[in-house]
DNA sequence: CCCTCCCTACGACAATCCTTGAAATGCCAT
DNA sequence: ATGGCATTTCAAGGATTGTCGTAGGGAGGG
């Protein structure tokens, strides 16, 4: 994960719907939810989440499949074990890591 | 850490000139750096860094001091710790933990 | 007291982002 | 093939954000 990347991924977190979405998803699990539920969970217009989704899916931070005629999304793990070590690294590689606590010192 | 102030840390995280910023910041300790001195590094004018630099400051990610005609900014350590914090609950505190390594596990 | 330096505050402009509704696409069932 | 459902695409608007130049305020040195 680079500095871009990370500006892209903190970037797509950075709205109240799409981290709502984002928390949906990591809540679900590997299973995901369709474009559908979430839109309807929410409240808002179908096509105004496709706008967030793919935001964040143009980010990296969630994945796409197609099921019959609906459209799974699922949380991307990985990517977000990414940007946590770039933050991580950012917050605690140089500095005195004490300042921070459970998940950089790893004590 | 709550949702609001997340995405506020993560909006002043998201963007080159800041982030860039808040590294130098983590890089150099508690000590912090002047405003010009920043500004100079990254070639960018002040009036530009004291934008950025006080989304920076109301998203509370970074510190300010006055020494003599300077005013030094530094890195708070806390807040990221607590962004962390937030971003781990929401990346390994429900699904598999498995799937999330070295700041999550804390293993 | 005045002058200089460092930084911030303000105003204008361009660029980007977000929302919304209507139309189009892909897929399945009949 | 036709109809219907789930989702995306498109276009338009209004709001927000980023950049720049210049002017203003606080702190030291002469």
Request: proline share 4%; aromatic share 4%.
């Amino acid at each position: 994960m680079d500095s871009s990347a990370a500006v892209s991924a903190l970037g797509a977190l950075a709205h109240d719907t799409r981290l709502a979405v984002f928390r949906m998803l990591v809540e679900r699990g590997p299973d995901g939810l369709s474009a559908g539920v979430i839109a309807e969970r929410l409240g808002i217009l179908p096509s105004s989440l496709t706008f967030h989704i793919q935001h964040l899916h143009r980010a990296g931070l969630v994945t796409q499949r197609r099921v019959s005629r609906q459209l799974i999304y699922a949380a991307d793990y990985a990517a977000m074990s990414g940007l946590l070590g770039f933050l991580t690294e950012n917050c605690c590689g140089r500095a005195d890591a004490a300042a921070c606590p459970p998940a950089c010192t790893g004590t």
